[in-house]
């Protein structure tokens, strides 16, 4: 069966700044290109989605932990982990519009269809105009600590979040007194001075990255490197929630392998625009430690009891997006759906723990009577999920709200709930699914056990 890829990009952009998920950065300047903002619903869900990555990749595991490393650190890092000298992006201008490409993009057909003149080299894809030739560009934003700017006290913003991992492959070993395998985990943000333009946040020049380093013993390096590409795909179906049929592995040929690798697998989803990268998955070998050991003069062992020896850790990273992650959910979550009477229903299909607002508490109308009883209903649940409180507008159009910006449940409060014309109410509520639409009439006091089904994970 041919995937069908995730609605167009437009739809979510527009969907996001209306509902407060992402807002282009610096609007009234006119914005800046590859910034974005993330709203009242957006940080929700990257705290979701980071909260799904860490209980995935440390607190369900017994051979992971985690660390937060400084972002601004000593320079020789990055020259020992190779980026000052190889984070590169190869460009070239078009001579007609002047506008800019990765020339690897171009080849893997990015920017639509590769079109080439009659001596077979690539031109513009927008205007057939002939193209510069390929220059590296070194993707690391450079800044200086202390007054003065001088070589001497360059430094500059991490690319990735890998290196401050090796840099504490000591400290976490004997603290934690940790055996091989084991792995350390950091999610933070990163920085690439990327000038080709992005799509939304599928390309930012700061985004957040979950990587983890899992360091085993040489030989074992291939096997460990099979199995979380393996983990890392379930967790993008069995957590996230996304489309198995727009997902995808891809191995790199030899050629495309970054400097440190001996294989990498990238999953892929199917964006509007074609296949793009969601996650790496790195056999890193023993490059990273090796390097810093040169780097530093000072070794980074381990040392192996079974054998008596000292080894230096292969190293196998799953290195994920999160704000990449984040657009992903959001395009393969949207639906359209018509109901009976012709009326379009906009439904974001976000699994519930991903899902910003959990549950929203919906008094049937403003009426005085109904507010003592929902505010009741509200504070009961607050404590346990993010909950929202709407008594604005028809109830139908609070319904379709929570629908677009994937709110599971709605918790209806009305007459029945407080009763009427003198006779006591049944002190239940409805509660509304956001898929099935079904409802059900729950009691106040059983209410949470019956969230906490229809909310796991959460
Ligand atoms: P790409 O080829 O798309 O530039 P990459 O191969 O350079 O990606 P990695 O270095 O493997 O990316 O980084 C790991 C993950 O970090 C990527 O799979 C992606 O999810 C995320 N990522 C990388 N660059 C960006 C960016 N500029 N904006 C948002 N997310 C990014």
């Known amino acids: 069966m041919t995937p069908v890829p995730a609605p167009d990009l437009d739809t979510i952009v527009s969907l996001a700044k209306r509902r407060g998920f992402v807002f282009p950065s610096a609007e009234i300047?006119?914005?800046?290109?590859?910034?974005?903002?993330?709203?009242?619903l957006g940080v929700e869900m990257k705290r979701n989605i980071r909260d799904a990555w860490w209980r995935f990749m440390v607190r369900e595991r017994d051979d992971v932990v985690g660390v937060d490393?400084?972002?601004?650190?000593?320079p020789r890092v990055w020259v020992a982990s190779g980026h000052v000298a190889n984070f590169t992006d190869p460009l070239v201008d078009?001579?007609?519009?002047?506008?800019?490409?990765?020339?690897?993009?171009?080849?893997?057909?990015?920017?639509?269809p590769v079109q080439r003149d009659a001596n077979g080299n690539i031109v513009c894809p927008n205007d057939g105009g002939e193209l510069t030739e390929p220059?590296?560009?070194?993707?690391?934003?450079?800044?200086?600590?202390?007054?003065?700017?001088?070589d001497d006290n360059v430094a500059y913003l991490p690319p990735e979040t890998a290196q401050g991992i090796f840099m504490n492959f000591e400290n976490v070993l004997q603290s934690m007194r940790r055996k091989l395998p084991f792995g350390i985990a950091q999610t933070r943000v990163s920085f690439r001075n990327e000038i080709t333009p992005?799509?939304?946040?599928?390309?930012?020049?700061?985004?957040?990255?979950?990587?983890?380093?899992?360091?085993?013993?040489?030989?074992?390096?291939l096997?460990?490197?099979?199995?979380?590409?393996?983990?890392?795909?379930?967790?993008?179906?069995?957590?996230?929630?996304?489309?198995?049929?727009r997902l995808r592995l891809r191995e790199h040929e030899k050629e495309e392998l970054s400097h440190y690798s001996a294989g990498t697998t990238d999953i892929e989803y199917l964006f509007p625009w074609g296949w793009g990268e969601l996650e790496g998955v790195a056999d890193r070998t023993d490059y990273d430690l090796k390097a810093h050991a040169?780097?530093?003069?000072?070794?980074?062992?381990?040392?192996?009891e079974e054998t008596n020896e000292h080894i230096v850790p292969f190293v196998v990273e799953p290195a994920a997006g999160l704000t990449r992650t984040l657009a992903v959910a959001l395009l393969?979550?949207?639906?359209?759906?018509?109901?009976?009477?012709?009326?379009?229903?906009?439904?974001?299909?976000?699994?519930?723990?991903?899902?910003?607002?959990?549950?929203?508490?919906?008094?049937?109308?403003?009426?005085?009577?109904?507010?003592?009883?929902?505010?009741?209903?509200?504070?009961?649940?607050?404590?346990?999920w993010m909950t929202q409180y709407d008594e604005t507008q028809s109830i139908g159009r609070r319904y379709r709200r929570q629908d677009e910006i994937g709110t599971p449940i709605c918790v209806t409060v009305d007459f029945q709930t407080v009763g009427e014309k003198g006779e006591a109410g049944d002190d239940a509520v409805t509660i509304r699914e956001r898929d099935s639409m079904q409802q059900l009439r729950v009691p106040i006091g059983a209410l949470a056990d019956a969230l906490r089904e229809r909310l796991p994970g959460c």
């Open 135 to 150: 220059r590296q560009f070194n993707m690391m934003f450079k800044t200086q600590v202390g007054p003065v700017a001088s």
């Open 198 to 221: 992005g799509k939304f946040v599928f390309r930012t020049l700061e985004f957040e990255q979950m990587e983890m380093e899992y360091f085993c013993k040489p030989g074992t390096d």
């Open 29 to 40: 300047y006119g914005g800046f290109a590859n910034a974005y903002d993330y709203g009242p």
């Open 332 to 384: 393969d979550a949207y639906d359209e759906e018509t109901d009976d009477k012709g009326e379009t229903r906009v439904v974001l299909r976000l699994r519930p723990n991903v899902a910003p607002v959990k549950v929203a508490v919906l008094p049937l109308s403003k009426n005085e009577a109904l507010r003592p009883a929902a505010r009741r209903v509200y504070d009961l649940l607050r404590p346990l």
């Open 223 to 245: 096997e460990w490197y099979r199995y979380w590409v393996e983990e890392r795909l379930r967790w993008y179906t069995d957590v996230i929630g996304i489309d198995r049929a």
């Open 294 to 304: 040169a780097q530093s003069g000072k070794p980074i062992t381990y040392f192996d």
């Open 94 to 112: 078009c001579r007609k519009c002047q506008q800019r490409f990765r020339a690897d993009h171009l080849e893997e057909g990015a920017y639509g």
């Open 69 to 74: 490393a400084a972002l601004i650190t000593n």
